[in-house]
């Protein structure tokens, strides 16, 4: 349990964070978790806005109906808008692993950033404390973190390209894969096959798939699919 935030979320604000270190913002964007469900996986987010307070004003705005359980700001500091346990309104229509509803699955976390610029250090080291938390409270394994534009293909694209997975999958904080070497005939069967196995289960058309799986694991990639887009497909590595 954490405690209340007083003095950067003003006074009036009662409950209280799961994360010591979270200030407690409630929001009123949320409902129960369906069918009994925990949380077995993380979004990560990008807010696509230009302050962490304008942010947190639409989070927490009752006529716009999204929010996420955590958003971090570019300084590291870190708001609690919806209890862990409830369902917050921050993942949509997409699916993972063959479940949809996804926002009765996971935890969603917003980060502050417009979506065209690196994400900020002290905004990382916040997010990877508040992860291992996360990830031991409901014992949610390296493979259940997953960007929101992995579970909706074709329909979002963050936390974006400069968000950085490595440095996750390096603490065991993100799924690591990769096998040798793509195949000498590179088709979207396979591809598709290979990502469905992953997890990209989404039913989208061949590029909306194939950015999805790039924008996780090769951001840098352009162009038709390529034997090198099956490397990160293999079979993980992780640590968890
Ligand atoms: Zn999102």
Not at 34 to 61: E, F, K, N
Request: hydrophobic content about 40%; glycine content about 8%.
């Amino acid at each position: 349990m954490g405690s209340t935030c007083l003095s950067a979320c003003g006074a009036e604000l009662s409950g209280t964070a799961d994360t010591a270190a979270a200030c407690w913002h409630p929001s009123p964007n949320f409902g129960p978790r369906r069918d009994g469900l925990t949380p077995s996986l993380i979004v990560i987010h990008y807010t696509a806005m230009h302050s962490a307070s304008a942010a947190l004003q639409r989070l927490c705005d009752p006529s716009v109906e999204v929010s996420a359980h955590y958003l971090i700001g570019a300084e590291g500091h870190c708001w609690q808008m919806v209890a862990e346990d409830q369902r917050a309104w921050h993942a949509g229509a997409g699916q993972w692993c063959g479940f949809d509803d996804i926002n009765s699955r996971s935890i969603g976390i917003e980060l502050d950033n417009r979506g065209d610029h690196p994400f900020a250090e002290p905004q990382m080291v916040t997010l990877e404390r508040l992860m291992k938390d996360i990830m031991s409270r409901w014992s949610i394994s390296a493979q259940g973190v997953i960007g929101h534009s992995d579970m909706a293909p074709g329909r979002k694209i963050d936390p974006g390209p400069r968000f950085d997975w490595p440095r996750l999958a390096c603490q065991g904080l993100a799924d690591l894969r990769s096998c040798d070497e793509g195949p000498m005939d590179p088709t979207f069967e396979l591809f598709r096959r290979m990502a469905h196995r992953v997890g990209f289960t989404s039913p989208v058309e061949d590029e909306a798939l194939l950015s999805a799986v790039r924008l996780r694991y090769r951001p840098w990639a352009r162009g038709s699919l390529a034997a090198d887009d099956f490397i990160p497909l293999g079979p993980s590595s992780s640590r968890s």
